[in-house]
C-alpha cells in the first residue's frame, strides 16, 4: 500500500489539492448551501417561523407561499429555512456532546487501563446492549421531552459509539514503537497523550465526528417525527414532516419537502466523509490485480 | 467450545441485569415518580402521599428493583398505569404484527444483501462494485420515513396498488395482506439492506487484503475459488455479526414503520407509553427489546464460532 500523499504533486489550487470527486463536490456545495441558509435564513425567510400566512391548509406549491402552505397555513418555504438552523444546531450540540464524554474517557480507559477500563467498559457494553432509539426513548419517557433532556440523552447515547472507537484507537496507537520509545524516553502520559496519540488519532475521530453528525441528524428527527422530540411551534425538519403528514392524501408535498431536505444534508455528509475516508486509504488486493 | 458458549450465555445474562438497572434507574430515581406522573398537574400533596403510600413507592429503591425484577422473572410485568390493564396483555396483543413485519423483513433483506455483498466484493473497485457503493452509502443516510413516505405517496397515493395503511384484519386473504405489508415490510427492507451490504462488502474485502489471500491470488486460483473457498469461511463470522446487529437494528428501524403505517405493533405500543409516559410498560418494552437484542448478539456468536474454528481458542 502507498501513500499516496507522498508524491507531492504540485498544486495548482487548493482545489485539485483536494482531489474531491464529483460526489464529494456536489456533497460539499449542498452542505455549504445549507449552512449558508442556516446562518442567513431570518434575512431570507419571507415570512416567520410560527407565522399563519393563509387561510388554505396544505396549498400547493406555488400558491400561497413559494413551497405552499402546511396543515395550519404556514409558509413551508420558511420554516424549512428556520428549520434547517434547529436541525443543524442540535445535531452539532448533540455530537459535540458525545465527543466530550466518548473521547476523553475512551483515552482514558485506554491510557490507564486496569480497572478503570473495564468498569467504564462494562458499563458502555450495558447500555450499548440497548438499541439507541429504544435508550432514548426510556430516558424521555422519564423525564418527558425538552430541549435539554433531547439533547443530553441523544448526546450521551451517542457517547458510547465514540467511546469505543477513541478506546480502540488508543489501544491501537499506544502500542506503537513511536509511543513505546516516547515512554522509554520518560514522557508523562499527559505529553502521550496529547503529542503522540491525539494527532495520529485525527483523521479517523474527524471521519467519526462526520458520521455521527449524520446519524446525529437522522435519530432527532426520527425522534421529532414520533412527536418526542423537538415541540412546536417551533420549526424543525423531522416535526415538518410528522405534522404534515396527513397532508399526503390530499395532495400535499408539506411532509415530502422537509423530509428530502434531511434527506440531502445526511446524504452529502455521508458522502463527504466517505470521500475523506477513501483518501485515508489504499486499495485491496482484488484492485490491485485487476490493474 | 461448550464452555466458551456457556460464559458467553453468562456475560450475556450479566448485560441483561445491567439492562435491568439502567431501565429501572432511569425510569424510576428521577424526579417526578409514577405518583406523580398518574396524579398528573392538578395534584394535590396529600393525594401524592397517599398514592405513594399505595403502591409502596416509600420503599427503598432497591427493595422495589427486586421486585419488580421478581416480577419479570415470573412473567408478571405489572399493570400500564394509562389503560389499567396487565402489561403482559396489551404486550401480548401487539406482539404478533412486530414480530411478522421484521420477520418478513429479514426474509427479504438478509439474502439479497449477502448476494449484493459478495457480488460487489468480487468487483471491486469496478462499476458495478462503485455503483452499488454510492448507493448504498446514500441509501444509509436517508431516514426511514423518507423512504417509507415516498413509496406511500407513488404505490398508495397516486398509483392505488397498495395499501397505505398496513393494518391487518384476520378475515383478510392473501392478497389483501400482501397489499397491507408490502410498503412497511419494502421501507424496513431498505433500511437494513444498505447496512448489510455494506457490511458484507468490507468484511469480504478485509479478508482480501490479508497476507494469505495475496498468497492464494498470486498462487494463480480463480477469482471464483478464492472468494467461494479462501474468503467467505473467515468472513461468515463478521457477517453473522452483522445480520444479528442489523436484524436488532429492526428494532429502531421498526418504530418509524409503524408510526408510519399505522402498523398496532410493539413499538407503537411503546412511543404511546412514552408519550402517556406509562412507566410500567415503557419498563417491560424496554426489557423486551433489550433481551430479543441480547439474544440476537448471542446468537451471532455462537454462529461464528461454529463457522470458524479459530474463534474457539481465544488468545
Known amino acids: 500500500m502507498s501513500d499516496v500523499s507522498d508524491h507531492g504533486a504540485p498544486r495548482a489550487s487548493v482545489f485539485a489539492g483536494l482531489r474531491l470527486t464529483w460526489t464529494a463536490g456536489l456533497a460539499g456545495a449542498i452542505l455549504l448551501f445549507w449552512l449558508v441558509l442556516a446562518l442567513f435564513g431570518p434575512w431570507i425567510a419571507p415570512h416567520g417561523e410560527a407565522e399563519i400566512i393563509s387561510g388554505t391548509t396544505f396549498a400547493p406549491i406555488g400558491e400561497g407561499g413559494l413551497l405552499g402552505t402546511d396543515k395550519l397555513g404556514r409558509d413551508v418555504f420558511s420554516r424549512l429555512i428556520y428549520g434547517v438552523r434547529t436541525t443543524m444546531l442540535l445535531a452539532l450540540i448533540t455530537t459535540l456532546i458525545s465527543f466530550a464524554f466518548g473521547v476523553t474517557l475512551g483515552f482514558a480507559a485506554a491510557i490507564l487501563k486496569g480497572w478503570f477500563d473495564v468498569v467504564i467498559s462494562r458499563i458502555v457494553e450495558a447500555f450499548m446492549a440497548f438499541p439507541s432509539t429504544l435508550l432514548a426513548l426510556v430516558v424521555i419517557g422519564a423525564f418527558g421531552t425538552s430541549i435539554t433532556v433531547l439533547v443530553l440523552t441523544v448526546g450521551l447515547v451517542l457517547s458510547t459509539g465514540v467511546f469505543r472507537v477513541s478506546r480502540a484507537l488508543g489501544y491501537d496507537?499506544?502500542?506503537?514503537?513511536?509511543?513505546?520509545?516516547?515512554?522509554?524516553?520518560?514522557?508523562?502520559?499527559?505529553w502521550i497523550l496529547t503529542r503522540e496519540i491525539l494527532p495520529n488519532s485525527m483523521a479517523p475521530l474527524i471521519a467519526e465526528f462526520g458520521l455521527r453528525f449524520t446519524f446525529s441528524i437522522l435519530f432527532l428527527s426520527g425522534l421529532s417525527f414520533l412527536g418526542l422530540g423537538v415541540q412546536e411551534p417551533a420549526a424543525d425538519w423531522g416535526l415538518m414532516v410528522q405534522e404534515n403528514v396527513g397532508g399526503l392524501f390530499l395532495g400535499s408535498s408539506a411532509a415530502l419537502i422537509p423530509a428530502a431536505c434531511i434527506a440531502s444534508l445526511t446524504v452529502s455528509m455521508n458522502l463527504l466523509v466517505d470521500w475523506f475516508q477513501q483518501r485515508q486509504q489504499g486499495e485491496t488486493v482484488l484492485e490491485k490485480i485487476d490493474q | 467450545m461448550y464452555r466458551i458458549i456457556l460464559t458467553r450465555l453468562a456475560q450475556g445474562l450479566l448485560t441483561l441485569l445491567l439492562a435491568s438497572i439502567i431501565v429501572f434507574g432511569a425510569t424510576e430515581i428521577l424526579p417526578g415518580?409514577?405518583?406523580?406522573?398518574?396524579?398528573?398537574?392538578?395534584?394535590?400533596?396529600?393525594?401524592?402521599a397517599a398514592l405513594r403510600e399505595e403502591m409502596g413507592l416509600n420503599r427503598p429503591a432497591i427493595e422495589r428493583y427486586f421486585d419488580w425484577l421478581g416480577g419479570l422473572l415470573r412473567g408478571d410485568l405489572g399493570?400500564?398505569?394509562?389503560?389499567?390493564?396487565?402489561?403482559?396483555?396489551?404486550?401480548?396483543?401487539?406482539?404478533?404484527?412486530?414480530?411478522?413485519?421484521?420477520?418478513?423483513?429479514?426474509?427479504?433483506?438478509?439474502?439479497?444483501?449477502?448476494?449484493?455483498?459478495?457480488?460487489s466484493a468480487m468487483r471491486a473497485g469496478?462499476?458495478?462494485?462503485?455503483?452499488?457503493?454510492?448507493?448504498?452509502?446514500?441509501?444509509?443516510?436517508?431516514?426511514?420515513?423518507?423512504?417509507?413516505?415516498?413509496?406511500?405517496k407513488v404505490f398508495a397515493v397516486e398509483l392505488k396498488w397498495l395499501s397505505a395503511s398496513a393494518n391487518t384484519r384476520p378475515y383478510f386473504d392473501f392478497w389483501q395482506n400482501f397489499r397491507a405489508l408490502a410498503l412497511p415490510v419494502a421501507t424496513l427492507s431498505f433500511a437494513v439492506l444498505a447496512h448489510m451490504m455494506r457490511m458484507t462488502r468490507s468484511s469480504v474485502i478485509n479478508i482480501f487484503t490479508s497476507p494469505y489471500m495475496e498468497m492464494a491470488a498470486l498462487k494463480g486460483l480463480p477469482k471464483r475459488r478464492l472468494v467461494i473457498r479462501h474468503a467467505l469461511p473467515n468472513a461468515l463470522s463478521p457477517i453473522l455479526t452483522v445480520i444479528a446487529l442489523n436484524l436488532s437494528y429492526m428494532v429502531s428501524g421498526v418504530i418509524i414503520v409503524e408510526t408510519v403505517f399505522g402498523v398496532p405493533g410493539l413499538t407503537r405500543l411503546l412511543v404511546d407509553a412514552v408519550t402517556l409516559r406509562d412507566i410500567p410498560l415503557i419498563q417491560a418494552c424496554a426489557m423486551i427489546f433489550g433481551t430479543v437484542y441480547i439474544l440476537l448478539n448471542l446468537l451471532a456468536y455462537v454462529l461464528s464460532i461454529m463457522a470458524n474454528p479459530r474463534l474457539r481458542y481465544p488468545k
Do not use: C, H, Y
Open chain 2, 126 to 152: 469496478g462499476r458495478v462494485d462503485k455503483t452499488l457503493a454510492m448507493t448504498t452509502l446514500a441509501l444509509i443516510a436517508v431516514p426511514e420515513f423518507f423512504i417509507g413516505l415516498i413509496l406511500m
Open chain 2, 33 to 48: 415518580d409514577v405518583a406523580a406522573a398518574i396524579l398528573g398537574q392538578s395534584r394535590t400533596e396529600e393525594a401524592l
Open chain 1, 173 to 190: 496507537i499506544g502500542v506503537m514503537d513511536f509511543v513505546e520509545a516516547a515512554r522509554a524516553r520518560g514522557e508523562g502520559t499527559w
Open chain 2, 79 to 119: 399493570t400500564s398505569l394509562a389503560t389499567d390493564r396487565p402489561v403482559a396483555d396489551m404486550i401480548e396483543s401487539r406482539m404478533w404484527n412486530t414480530l411478522r413485519l421484521a420477520l418478513l423483513a429479514a426474509a427479504i433483506s438478509v439474502p439479497l444483501s449477502l448476494a449484493f455483498g459478495l457480488w
